[in-house]
């Protein structure tokens, strides 16, 4: 509609539509998270059944119920963990819309999921202290919210500890309700996290920046349910590295003594080495989970691929596979690139 040679019907088109300033947007990847975003804004309205009955309270039911309940608070509480550092951002907002704010900076390693549990640990804490009786919590980070409620199952002995210790501080409320929204509407608990994980305290102004020295679960009980997972693939590597030591099996202790020559170890933790790139670290147990939940889970939404074999590459075959497979499902792509060079 913006090309002047327009004619015919889209020319009329543009005449119509041209009071009204509507402007094109080509419809960007469709992920999970986006759908879940989508169900929280717009709720499915209750349908009542033909026949049902549907009891209306009176005017003077619903005030003594008000009159019996205690006030409800909000608590909108985030994490955040970047390159420098992870922090936690806590909003607490009171019946009469005042706010208490605060930013703290966790100066221990945290990985993102650690830091959301941070959060709501530090945000439940400080409702604690200010008698808040029913609460309502807002937080953006589907994996906490869903094992709160038991949707999730938590998976590992860290986030384990993590739930256990959240649980145990919301069975002191009354009642809370945890629910989750979108980021867009968790602004101010989002900027506290990220001023807190950077360790800016001149750019809060007014509100408090904690420091977190230690976490909320002791890491010594993280430390002996890990070890419980047992021995690893890393196992023969690191007590060849360390001690020198080999299996009895001629061929397997070939190969070990082979592939360790690909390692080294730094402050105790296995590294891989690589060419003209950094050390990589080598992981298992919970760390393997952790990274596999955010590759698959939470903002990063669903990642699927389309394939199709063919017998033969034909320009139909490939015009018909992109558009039913890529623009009916995606919208139509900013850029494709292609190894093919037909």
């Known amino acids: 509609m913006h090309k002047p040679e327009s004619s015919g019907r889209m020319l009329k088109w543009t005449v119509e539509l041209g009071q ?30 033909p026949g049902a009955l549907v009891v209306i309270p009176s005017t003077e039911e619903v005030g003594l119920e008000r009159q019996n309940s205690a006030p409800w608070w909000s608590l909108f509480v985030d994490g955040a963990s970047n390159g420098d550092g992870a922090g936690a951002g806590i909003e607490l907002i009171s019946p009469e819309a005042h706010k208490i704010r605060r ?20 945000g439940l804490k400080l409702a604690l202290e200010m008698k808040v009786e029913n609460l309502n919590v ?52 989002d900027e506290l996290a990220k001023l807190g994980s950077r360790h800016e305290s001149t750019l809060l102004g007014t509100v408090p920046l904690d420091i977190q020295r230690q976490p909320s679960v002791p890491e ?3 430390g002996s349910l890990s070890n ?6 890393m196992t023969p590597i690191l007590a060849y590295i360390k001690e020198g030591s080999l299996l009895d099996e001629k061929n397997e202790a ?24 950094p ?14 939940r955010e590759v698959h889970e939470g903002i990063c939404g669903n990642h699927s691929g389309e394939a199709e074999p063919l017998a033969t590459i034909t320009a139909k075959k490939l015009k018909e596979f992109v558009y039913r497979a890529i623009v009916c499902r995606y919208g139509i792509p900013y850029k494709m690139i292609s190894d093919n060079g037909k």
């Open 254 to 277: 070939r190969r070990i003594k082979y592939k360790a020559a690909r390692y080294v170890i730094y402050d105790g933790i296995l590294y891989r080495r690589g060419f003209s790139v």
């Open 220 to 222: 010594h009980e993280v």
């Open 20 to 49: 009204f300033e509507v402007d094109y947007k080509p419809r960007t990847t469709i992920k999970g998270q986006a759908l879940t975003d989508f169900v929280l804004e717009f709720p499915p309205h209750q349908e009542v059944e």
């Open 103 to 122: 930013a703290t900076h966790l100066a221990f390693h945290a990985t993102n999921n650690d830091a959301e549990y941070e959060a709501l640990i530090n």
């Open 228 to 233: 419980e997972l047992g021995p690893t693939w």
């Open 138 to 189: 807002f937080s953006d980070s589907m994996i906490v919210v869903y094992q709160i409620n038991g949707g999730y199952q938590a998976k590992g002995p860290r986030t384990e500890l993590y739930l256990k210790c959240a649980q145990r501080i919301i069975a002191r409320f009354d009642e809370v309700r945890l629910e989750l929204i979108p980021r867009g509407q968790n602004e101010g608990a």
């Open 279 to 292: 050390l990589l670290k080598c992981i298992d147990g919970d760390e393997c989970n952790y990274i596999l």
